[in-house]
């Protein structure tokens, strides 16, 4: 298994890197809206056990269409994806108050639609604020490699040395060296690549964004595995071999996403 991640990981992310720099805003747009759509898609295959079953085939479009629109949002920055976020919240539930006199039971969804416009909608739509800010390209590689050298860090110091348990109930392979492994080697390609890419923005401020970063982003992994482990099932997917579906290899993107662009926003407007 370990292998064929790496296998996947040499092949894939040439082509990801590749299209990342030279496909421009328009192509890196329906990037993450191809991304999204999967991810999205694996979300409901994770919460459908979960849900009351009813019609809700056009409930289902109507979430996927504001999932894009809350993706496309981004492409203006926070003003743009508030106002996108809003807008997908409320036509998701004006959807269910329209339909609430032949199906009521779709109440009971709300909740789920409005998680998965957070979870997977909103951290992309940061993503694409990202990239249309200054030096978007880098800042999109660098929240990239955030989490991979966090998840990479973490791995191979768990495997080593994990001792100790970080979420046992959730995820019994992570251990707390793990975490702080992760944590080491963000710090170290932080370091890296704000001298070699990003020199124009202070050091001390971009070692604490990748220090909350490489805090924040492990929540995401074991955020998804506990959706999974309350839906019972081991992977959102298998589109990608030894690393499971879209939402198993973006689970802690996520959440690292909206922790770069705010606080980006925070330190250098």
């Known amino acids: 298994m370990h292998g064929t991640r790496w296998l996947t990981a040499i092949f894939a992310l040439p082509v990801l890197f590749t299209l990342i720099a030279a496909g421009g805003p328009f192509f890196f747009f329906f990037l ?106 880098a800042w999109i590689f660098f929240t990239l490699f955030l989490v991979g050298s966090g998840d990479t860090g973490a791995y191979y110091a768990g495997r080593f040395f994990g001792k100790h348990k970080l979420a046992p109930a959730i995820s019994p392979a992570k251990t707390l060296e793990g975490f702080a492994g992760g944590i080491v080697l963000t710090l170290i390609v932080a370091l890296i690549f704000q001298l070699f890419f990003l020199s124009a923005y202070g050091l001390l401020p971009m070692l604490i964004l990748a220090l909350i970063t490489a805090v924040v982003a492990p929540l995401g992994d074991l955020f998804e595995s506990m959706q999974k482990r309350v839906a019972g099932v081991k992977d959102s997917g298998r589109l990608l071999p030894g690393h499971g579906g879209m939402l198993d290899r973006i689970d802690a993107l996520l959440f690292a996403a909206p922790a770069v662009f705010l606080l980006k926003t925070l330190f250098f407007g």
């Open 32 to 137: 993450i809206l191809g991304v999204a759509g999967i991810a999205h898609t694996e979300y409901h295959r994770i919460v459908d056990t979960r849900l009351p079953s009813v019609a809700d085939g056009e409930l289902r479009w109507i979430a996927r269409m504001a999932l894009a629109f809350v993706v496309l949002s981004g492409f203006w920055g926070m003003a743009g994806l508030m106002t996108g976020l809003f807008v997908g919240l409320l036509t998701l539930i004006a959807w269910c108050m329209l339909r609430f006199g032949k199906s009521p039971e779709l109440l009971a969804r709300i909740p789920f639609e409005v998680q998965g416009l957070l979870w997977v909608g909103l951290p992309l739509g940061c993503l694409g604020a990202l990239r249309m800010g200054d030096h978007g390209i």
